[in-house]
């Protein structure tokens, strides 16, 4: 019988905070079963960042609860997201002389140059490093190496990503999950966007070159592969939340209706929109019922277009607004994004070559009418993304990030101590174990 363990992925967004448990074969890494997810809103939590330490607390304790109260299993290991605009990738470049008598690069070799790769002075102490990831390998000169381990040479050279995080937000984690009964260590730690990339895409897709695009709620993010190789790592300050908000001030309406409205009738396209004006009967906010609010959509007439592209409230607490309007103002928000991941594709020079194209992920990308937008602002073929290998689960682009906490990352690149277990065709993180008390 193959042996299994349970793994924990504890996904801290702005919007909601996510739970997953699952088993997982000790031997494959793969996901055998899932045997708990929840999710809860979020309070406390800004732009992808912990801002009230005891808040997120008490959220992923009443979901550990629950988890309890289904019965399910003692888990091994626990891995938590950290998000936000703090995350930097850092240029870096190490420089050995190979150790051995016949001059083949030992594994001890390749720890070694990881080791001199990381001992770089940062522009601020207050940055601890994450994750590395190697750009380039140089033998005695010779280039393009993907793997050195065994070749013959005297001089090894390494050129690489360091992958950096805010100490603050680090520790706002810690103290978080704390609250909550639980010590993590910060190699638990995975960066946002690096989960969602596990969860989504496939080696072939990094191979070909590939953007990855995770709207969230208060953040968005990119990663950029090619050769399998991450080119650029960003995260931007702005999410589907700031739709939200502009749907609030351009209609002058209350938040959860300008939410109901972007859920259910938001949409972005590089097509026309109809001549349609939408109807929403807004009483159940006011009232402060939790009633489902009643949506309908009706053809706009000639005679009062000027009229329907301007909100008008009636007696009967009904919103009524032009399509056209709505378009135009979740359109523009959404080319803000791109705009965003466009600049980050510039600075590596694959703008419009990135055979894999623009996948499109989180949240953010259930807004009806995206994929043609993206096509029509990137040039390139687009498509949603959603977590692989995870059939019990519904089919929601938004749990990109939190199906990658608990898969390994054996496809992505490799780190130097972690070299001697798999090999540098392979990186897992090694994670000490976590017990609820």
Not at 236 to 259: L, M
Not at 278 to 293: G, L, Q, R, T, Y
Not at 306 to 313: H, N, V
Not at 345 to 365: D, E, F, M, N, W
Request: charged fraction near 30%.
């Amino acid at each position: 019988m193959a042996k299994t363990q349970i793994v924990t992925g504890i996904d801290i967004g702005t919007d909601k905070i996510k739970l997953l448990i699952v088993r997982k074969d000790v031997e494959t890494g793969k996901i055998v079963d899932v045997l708990f997810f929840d999710k809860i809103d979020s309070l406390g939590v800004q732009k992808g960042r912990i801002k009230n330490v005891q808040e997120v607390g008490k959220r992923i304790k009443e979901l550990l609860s629950r988890a309890q109260e289904k019965k399910v299993p003692r888990f091994h290991e626990i891995f938590v997201n950290i998000n936000g605009n703090k995350l930097e990738l850092i240029n870096t470049r190490g420089l050995i002389s190979v150790a051995r008598a016949d001059q083949k690069v030992s594994q001890e070799d390749v720890d070694r140059i990881f080791q001199e790769a990381r001992t770089i002075n940062l522009q601020s102490t207050n940055r601890d490093i994450l994750s590395e990831f190697p750009r380039e390998w140089i033998l005695d000169g010779e280039k393009e190496i993907k793997d050195p381990l065994g070749l013959k040479g005297k001089r090894l050279e390494l050129e690489a990503f360091l992958l950096s995080a805010f100490s603050a937000d680090i520790e706002s984690i810690g103290d978080a999950l704390s609250q909550a009964g639980i010590e993590i260590d910060e190699k638990n730690i995975i960066p946002s966007p690096l989960a969602a990339v596990r969860s989504v895409l496939t080696m072939p897709q990094k191979e070909l070159g590939v953007a990855l695009v995770d709207i969230g709620a208060g953040a968005s993010s990119v990663a950029i592969y090619e050769e399998g190789k991450l080119l650029n790592l960003a995260v931007f300050p702005v999410g589907s939340s700031n739709i939200t908000n502009d749907i609030a001030i351009g209609f002058k309406t209350e938040i959860e209706i300008a939410e109901k409205i972007k859920r259910d009738c938001g949409f972005c396209s590089s097509l026309k929109s109809g001549g349609k004006k939408i109807e929403i009967d807004v009483s159940p906010f006011a009232e402060n019922e939790k009633e489902k609010v009643e949506i309908g959509v009706t053809k706009e007439d000639d005679s009062s277009k000027k009229k329907q592209t301007k909100k008008i409230k009636n007696k009967k607490n009904t919103l009524v607004f032009s399509e056209k309007e709505l378009k135009k103002i979740v359109e523009a928000r959404v080319c803000e994004i791109f705009d965003l991941v466009d600049k980050e594709i510039k600075k590596v020079s694959r703008q419009g070559l990135l055979p894999g194209g623009i996948v499109l992920t989180g949240g953010g990308a259930k807004l009806s009418g995206i994929i043609e937008l993206a096509k029509k602002e990137f040039n390139l073929p687009c498509r949603i993304g959603y977590p692989k290998d995870f059939t019990a689960l519904e089919k929601d682009s938004s749990l990109a990030a939190v199906c990658g906490l608990v898969m390994d990352d054996s496809e992505d690149e490799i780190t130097g101590e972690l070299a001697e277990e798999k090999g540098l065709g392979k990186k897992i993180k090694k994670f000490f174990s976590n017990f609820i008390p």
